[in-house]
């Protein structure tokens, strides 16, 4: 549990920077509860032992749903043309868009929006490029 790690095979010491960043961190986030676990029971478990206060485990992201109404509204509109608006709040809705797999109206509009889409992104990446 040292912070110093001890010569490796080039004669050199190293700091160990997680265990530096558990030390002087207030919390330890393991994000998904899964990774909490594995922290405090394997990789940092002699730390957990001394603060366990420190171990927190806070999921964060995006939501699917969030996520399609943000970076794409566009196909969110089209999939509310077609289902209404109750999707947005009960994603295992969206499976009724199975019944419009064959439906050239509801494909090409989802083709033009992706067509928008990818057009938007390439202009995006030349102007980061230049």
């Known amino acids: 549990m040292s ?7 080039f004669g050199e010491k190293r ?4 265990y530096l960043c558990i030390v002087g961190a207030h919390v ?4 998904a509860a899964i990774h909490s676990e594995i922290l405090r029971n394997q990789i940092f478990k002699d730390f957990y032992e001394l603060w366990p206060e420190k171990f927190q485990n806070k999921t964060n992201g995006i ?10 509204p566009s ?3 089209v999939i509310a043309e077609k289902l209404g608006e109750s999707w947005i709040t ?3 809705q969206l499976v009724q868009l199975k019944q419009y797999a064959n439906n050239i109206g509801f494909l090409e509009s989802v083709r033009r929006v992706k067509q928008v889409s ?3 992104q390439d202009k995006f990446k030349f ?3 230049h």
Not at 15 to 18: K, R
Request: hydrophobic share 50%; charged share 20%; no cysteine.
């Open 15 to 18: 700091i160990n920077m997680a």
């Open 127 to 129: 102007l980061l490029i």
């Open 75 to 77: 196909l969110a509109d």
């Open 118 to 120: 990818s057009s938007r």
């Open 63 to 72: 939501t699917p749903r969030r996520w399609l109404l943000l970076s794409n």
């Open 28 to 31: 330890v986030n393991g994000v």
């Open 3 to 9: 912070l110093v790690e001890e010569a490796d095979t």
């Open 90 to 92: 009960d994603l295992s």
